[in-house]
């Protein structure tokens, strides 16, 4: 599934541990790593500083590149000069990238759970999974994988996460876990409404049956799914801390108006918050 990868480079330790988590992926499917560096066109004052930056950027990514290759992962090195955040969704159109691997580069003080600018627009904007990897301070290593966890609400965008952490499950023999919050509000009721038929409970099972039926044509049987109810961040969050995930795979959008148990801005809380790499992945076009 993944055959192309990429991984944006700037010389940081978040982006370098990307790298390790790039090149587990690479080694497991057979992939190819593109290693690319952006240099900031607002940063370029002149013809000769420009030649600078190109000769610094040059260097960083056949180091990173040479490294790999070193450790039998096939690379090719990118240089591209544009704002950070479009030069890496370009690279990622140009080569028709399968998966980003990205770190977040979280800031200190009060702002220490905010994305990196570069990081969370990619996310929001790339029609490529993209795979965000916190700082080794801020969780440890969590690769092989030997539980991955797919979060559901049964919407196409939750959905569109199903194939991708499915495949992950098979290729690394890890237990399929799939959770489904039902959102409630401070006093703990059900903020999405009961209809007729289907209230809360029954979509949320639905859900988790989909995912079951979706993991059993993939012939991954070692499935475990669970309901909870309170708000969704948080479940998730504690759902990988008392089952030891590794992996996070979830769709960047649920939901929408009053039924949403699961939104992009789920996504991105978890992606600031969670504390093992999360895969965001949107729906297809």
């Known amino acids: 599934m993944f055959d192309t990868i990429l991984v944006p480079v700037d010389g940081s330790e978040c982006a370098d541990l990307a790298v390790d988590y790039a090149a587990d992926i690479a080694r497991r499917y057979d992939a190819t790593v593109y290693v690319a560096t952006v240099i900031d066109v607002r940063l370029v004052s002149t013809a000769p500083h420009y030649d600078n930056l190109r000769s610094e950027a040059t260097a960083l990514v056949d180091s990173v590149a040479n490294r790999l290759e070193a450790s039998g992962v096939a690379t090719t090195s990118v240089v591209r000069t544009s704002k950070p955040y479009q030069g890496v969704l370009m690279v990622a159109e140009e080569y028709d990238a399968d998966l980003i691997v990205m770190g977040t580069h979280g800031r200190s003080g009060v ?22 990897v916190r700082n080794r301070d801020e969780g ?11 979060p559901t609400d049964g919407s196409d965008g939750a959905a569109a996460a199903y194939e991708p952490a499915i495949d992950l499950a098979s290729t690394y023999d890890a237990t399929l876990h799939s959770l489904s919050v039902i959102e409630t509000n401070a006093l703990g009721l059900e903020t999405a ?12 099972r639905v859900a988790l049956e989909a995912v079951e039926a979706n993991a059993s044509q993939a012939s991954v049987t070692n499935v475990v799914t669970e309901i909870t109810f309170g708000s969704p961040a948080a479940e ?14 979830m769709g960047t959008h ?3 108006g009053i039924a949403r148990y699961l939104l992009g801005s789920v996504a991105e809380k978890l992606v600031r918050t969670a504390p093992v790499p999360v895969m965001t992945v949107r729906t297809p076009s």
Do not use: K, W
């Open 111 to 132: 702002d220490r759970y905010l994305l990196g600018s570069v990081t969370e627009r990619v996310v929001r904007r790339s029609d490529s999974p993209v795979l965000t």
């Open 140 to 150: 440890g290593v969590s690769f092989p994988y030997d539980n991955i966890l797919v």
């Open 193 to 204: 409404p009961r209809g007729n038929d289907e209230g809360p409970d029954e979509a949320a």
């Open 236 to 249: 998730i969050r504690s759902y990988v801390r008392e089952h030891d995930v590794d992996l996070v795979v």
């Open 254 to 256: 649920g939901r929408s």
